[in-house]
């Protein structure tokens, strides 16, 4: 089976060149936790539901999101059992 999600580090602008490769992937990040401060649980909960959908949206390749939905269950899955 052919993988049609991309896995690997893939944050940044393109054309711009960042120091150390981890940084753009960083910077979303501290954007997203910005997005949920001051929010409640539900709030919160609903930011992140949105958020999935407009991205989502944003692919419309279903392959990529089948596969994302399903390495993102995994995940889910085996760290539940570990627990």
């Known amino acids: ?3 049609h999600l991309n ?11 960042y120091r150390h490769p ?7 990040y ?3 936790v910005q997005a949920h401060r ?4 539900a709030q ?8 999935v959908l407009l991205l989502a949206n944003h692919i419309g390749d279903l392959r990529v999101l089948d596969e994302a939905l399903a390495l993102a269950r995994q995940g889910v899955v085996n760290s539940a059992e570990t627990a």
């Open 1 to 3: 089976m052919s993988s």
């Open 7 to 17: 896995v690997q580090p893939n944050f940044g602008i393109p054309g711009q060149r």
């Open 22 to 28: 981890y940084m753009p992937g960083d910077s979303f």
């Open 30 to 32: 501290d954007h997203l």
């Open 38 to 41: 001051g929010l409640d649980d």
């Open 44 to 51: 919160s909960q609903l930011l992140q539901a949105r958020l």
